[in-house]
């Protein structure tokens, strides 16, 4: 049986993992219990030091003591509910349960009482079944008597699985489409691991003599709770041990069976994903079409992701199992864990090396050097289990991680000493200051040795690799700065801020640490004398096909450049996988709806619409066009006014007004919002609980803050502090906004910086810098954040989408806010400028109701949704779709508080209206800000100056574009779009 379809496999894992029916809601919510209150956190050290405390204190590992709890053993619980058991967990679990308990609502919390006689140590393992749909896996902390034993306890995780068809849908040009996942609705047994995976076992809790009080507290996701097992850690037997213990069976002589990697039964991670591979023995093979045929290496390499594949043995005895792996990362070694229906077979098993290689070959499940495994299968359906293992590289990552922090301190330390400006005349003699600096040099020297000699030993390098001629960089430069320490001042980026610094490097280095990527095309159960098929095809035969491709690329549609004239023709900005997915709901949805037949097509660069205008050759419509294009279109009389089609008014509810303020030319509106970003207030939780910090809702709350945050070396960051010298409007405008300020005079003829308003505003965005020392400038906020450099400060929608899925080891530490802002009579005003991306559609379209019609389905709430989901379904979390329809984006099915706190935002969105000469009163604005902040130039100076050279150039272009003459009298008004004039252009949303 080389593969199953999707007909067979739903069945066959309903039988192996006794899937029963999906319930959308619980039922029967019957009881609910008072909670205690849980008390404060204890000394929150790291799970490694308080493991070896209590290993030292006499802890017990190896114990006979378990537990297994169930809804009768509650003690007390919060914000959950019993419900009857009809979700099938007794045929699951094999016994006659009543009730499990719903984790529904937001911040339950459970708690049990057990009794023991000795000082042991215990796992957790929970029976869960999931409820919503959601892409982030289930959350919760770990208390023990009211206390987090250890930091790693405030987060645990426990993964999702998800299942997806193994017939692939095919786009118009026969190319396979990343097929949608769904949850496996079925019980999972899950183990408490930490949240990065870094510890080779689940994660163990001291239980002392006498009554213990182990409290779960969910922070993420709506589940049902079964049974909680507290267990000792298991024992794995040895790999002899295990042949003994399963008997005289005889081994497998001639079997094999093929299994493509893509045809999965369940993987426990939305990021893993399939992609085409198109080398001539990889399989299935095609030489135009992109066939989905292995899964990419790329995304399948951080600790804890697994596949499950469902195999068939058709006789017992013993097997081979050997997979067809692509592992080109060089001088490295993946590691992985290979569980058999849901367990690891023996202690060898835990940790399968994969060997680094350039082209494809096979590698039997065992030791690199030695004979392959042999595992024993019963006759008939296992589940087989491919887990990322990156426990090898814990050491390494930790001693990083505190290398890192150690010399974060140290730069910080220099610069209190030094100051901000350094005098580069001045002598200095560091010891004096900071006696320990050489020894403190020499122990981050010895530090980075100790990496570098644990990664080769690791894996197995003999020559130079990314993470060697990195490390080496940094040992080079630290040996430098501890050979000449009182030049350290002078040489201050060398240590820390600059992209060649010490602190760059190793920031290089620490992902790297624990990214463990394997690419596979297909997997052999197996017996000893089968011979497998080939990995590589030969010189002739790769010449031949790259011959075929040639010529085949001549015949194919999809290389094509001649449209269908009935189609409406649509270019988008975007990478593939949007395109390919829009292209799919299209073909699916809207042209059998409408009879419209639409081609969509990526535009590479937004430059090539302005080409493709000139020459006549535009599209009908380009989608994920930057805010401010339309308006350049428009003015130039090549942007069709969208307020012209009678529904337009009531198209546009389904907006927020302050996003179209941009997109107005006069008494027009020439796009539709299309994506949102949202500047939001970032803030670390554990810093700021330790510091006793309220979270700042107003300007003068940040500066307020500012004094204990700077007497720990800390900062907060404004997005004013990007390392670009241009302030864009997005940067400078909030800040005006929220004094209530303008940049135009009301008739759009002058620059008003002059403003009262204005100045107030500006003088607080120099002030900031040059009375309250925040950061002049931050080459990355992501890295300040995660290092706790810059533990609060004003990010983006990216900012977001980084903290979640590329900084798991802040993974619920940190949270969002709304952006402080400026009070006015009792009122907040947080206003930010949030434009992204807008839909519009070209004047010389010769289709402008099916344009229409198209952008009326596509801004649509229900289609919005549909497409958010799909993304994130095919190709990972990762792919978050901020979309600008407001109700899509209160349902979609992400974390309701960070959703609640964008959708709060999002009412003071107020884009920046254009004029045509918005570039260079933008401009100027910058240089106002650089001017006092870089030169010490005095405000009103700058203002007065940068007035002069604004008034100019919008003279000029009002000139241009005839709305004055060259005696600038008036020849026809400027209409400048406001949010308290906006309702003249769109329909306010109810």
Do not use: C
């Not at 591979?277 to 299935?284: A, F, G, Q, S």
């Not at 100056?945 to 000139?959: G, Q, T, V």
Request: charged content about 20%; overall charge negative.
């Amino acid at each position: 049986m080389p593969f199953f379809n999707a007909t067979l496999i739903i069945p066959l894992l309903s039988m192996v993992f006794s899937m029963m029916p999906h319930h959308s809601e619980p039922a029967n919510l019957t009881k609910e219990y008072p909670m205690e209150q849980i008390g404060e956190s204890g000394s929150l050290v790291t799970y490694d030091d308080i493991l070896a405390d209590w290993i030292a204190d006499g802890s017990a590992q190896d114990h006979d003591q378990t537990w297994h709890l169930g809804t009768e053993h509650i003690y007390s619980s919060s914000n959950v509910s019993l419900i009857d058991n009809d979700y099938g967990y007794d045929a699951w679990l094999g016994e006659n349960i009543d009730f499990v308990t719903a984790f529904t609502q937001s911040q339950g919390t459970i708690s049990y009482q057990i009794a023991t006689v000795y000082d042991i140590l215990v796992t957790l393992t929970l029976d869960l079944y999931v409820l919503d749909t959601g892409v982030r896996d289930l959350e919760m902390a770990v208390l023990v008597n009211g206390l987090y034993q250890y930091s790693e306890a405030q987060q645990v995780t426990y993964s999702k699985e998800w299942v997806t068809p193994h017939e692939f849908e095919e786009d118009r040009y026969q190319n396979q489409i990343m097929p949608k996942a769904t949850l496996a609705p079925t019980w999972l047994r899950r183990q408490t691991y930490d949240a990065q995976r870094l510890q080779t076992h689940p994660l163990l809790f001291r239980l002392t003599p006498g009554l213990n009080t182990i409290t779960l507290q969910q922070l993420q996701g709506a589940y049902l709770l079964g049974n909680v097992h507290i267990s000792a850690l298991e024992s794995l037997p040895s790999y002899n041990t295990y042949l003994s213990n399963t008997g005289q069976a005889p081994m497998m002589q001639d079997t094999l069976i093929t299994y493509q990697a893509e045809h999965l039964a369940s993987r426990n991670s939305l990021s893993t994903r399939f992609t085409t591979n198109r080398e001539p023995l990889v399989t299935p093979f095609a030489l135009i079409e992109g066939k989905l045929n292995v899964i990419d290496g790329a995304t399948y390499q951080n600790g804890g992701q697994r596949v499950t594949y469902l195999i068939e043995a058709p006789a017992s005895g013993y097997y081979h199992l050997t997979w067809k792996v692509l592992q080109n990362r060089t001088q490295t070694i993946s590691y992985r864990r290979l569980l058999i229906d849901g367990e690891v077979p023996f202690a060898e098993a835990e940790t399968i090396a994969f060997s680094a290689n350039r082209k494809w070959q096979h590698q039997a499940i065992g030791p690199l050097e030695g004979d392959p495994y042999r595992f024993y299968l019963s006759q008939g359906f296992h589940m087989v289990s491919l887990e990322v293992n990156t426990s090898q590289t814990r050491v390494a990552h930790q001693t990083m991680r505190a290398l890192m922090s150690d010399l974060n301190e140290l730069s910080l330390s220099i610069k209190k000493i030094t100051g901000n400006t350094i005098d580069p005349n001045r002598e200095w003699d560091l010891k004096t200051y900071l006696p320990t600096i050489e020894s403190d040099l020499d122990e981050a020297i010895a530090k980075v040795d100790a990496i570098k000699t644990t990664w080769v030993t690791l894996m197995k390098a003999t020559q130079q690799s990314d993470v060697i001629a990195s490390l080496n960089i940094a040992r080079r430069l630290l040996v430098t700065l501890r050979d000449e320490i009182d030049l350290i001042p002078r040489r201050l980026n060398t240590l820390s801020g600059a992209s060649g610094s010490v602190l760059y490097r190793l920031g290089i280095v620490l992902p790297l640490l624990i990214q463990s990527p394997l690419t596979i095309d297909q997997f052999y159960l197996h017996g000893e004398t089968a011979t497998l098929p080939k990995t590589q095809a030969g010189f002739f035969q790769t010449i031949w096909t790259g011959i075929r491709r040639f010529f085949a690329s001549f015949l194919s549609d999809q290389f094509k450049e001649t449209t269908d004239p009935s189609e409406l023709v649509i270019w988008v900005s975007r990478s593939r996988q949007y395109v390919n997915l829009l292209q799919q709901m299209v073909d699916a949805e809207f042209t059998p709806m409408t009879g419209i037949p639409v081609r969509v097509s990526i535009n590479p660069n937004e430059d090539k619409l302005i080409l493709a205008s000139s020459a006549g050759k535009q599209p009908d419509i380009a989608m994920g066009v930057a805010g401010w294009r339309p308006y350049d279109f428009a003015i130039r009389n090549s942007a069709y006014d969208l307020a012209t089609f009678t529904d337009f008014r009531e198209v546009s509810e389904r907006f927020y007004p302050g996003s179209f303020l941009q997109l107005i030319y006069q008494n027009g509106v020439y796009a539709l919002p299309e994506t949102q970003n949202f500047y939001l207030l970032f803030y670390r939780t554990d810093i700021m609980n330790r510091l006793d910090l309220d979270i700042p809702d107003t300007w003068q709350d940040v500066i307020d803050i500012l004094p204990e945050l700077q007497r720990f070396g800390m900062n907060f960051y404004s997005m004013l502090s990007s390392a670009n010298a241009f302030k864009a409007f997005v940067l400078t405008m909030p800040f005006i906004r929220q004094y209530g300020g303008k940049i135009f005079s009301d008739d759009g003829l002058r620059a008003a910086y002059d403003d009262p308003k204005t100045i107030e505003a500006l003088t607080l965005m120099t002030d900031l810098y040059t009375t309250y020392s925040l950061p002049i400038e931050v080459g990355s906020f992501y890295n300040e954040f995660r290092y706790g450099r810059l533990p609060i400060g004003i990010g983006d929608f990216g900012m977001y989408i980084s903290l979640l899925h590329a900084a798991p080891e802040i993974a619920g530490l940190w949270n969002i806010a709304p952006l402080p802002g400026v009070e006015r009579d009792g009122v907040i005003n947080r206003s930010f400028d949030g434009s992204s991306t807008s839909a519009m559609m070209f004047k010389e379209t010769k289709k402008p109701q099916q344009a229409w019609t198209f952008l009326k389905w596509w801004t649509n709430a229900q289609t919005q949704l549909d497409y958010a989901e799909n993304l994130i379904s095919a190709y990972g979390p990762e792919y978050l779709w901020n979309t600008s329809n407001r109700e899509a984006f209160a349902n979609m099915s992400w974390d309701e508080g960070h959703r609640s706190v964008m959708l709060e935002q999002w009412e003071w969105i107020d884009d920046t209206a254009k004029t045509p000469a918005s570039y260079m009163v933008e401009r100027e604005l910058s240089n106002i800000w650089n001017k006092v902040v870089y030169q010490g130039v005095n405000l009103r100076t700058a203002i007065e100056d940068s007035l002069i050279i604004a008034d100019k150039e919008i003279r000029r272009k009002m000139i241009e574009f005839g709305f004055i003459d060259a005696q600038g009298n008036a020849l026809k008004a400027y209409i400048l779009p406001t949010r308290e004039n906006i309702d003249d252009w769109i329909g306010l949303p109810a």
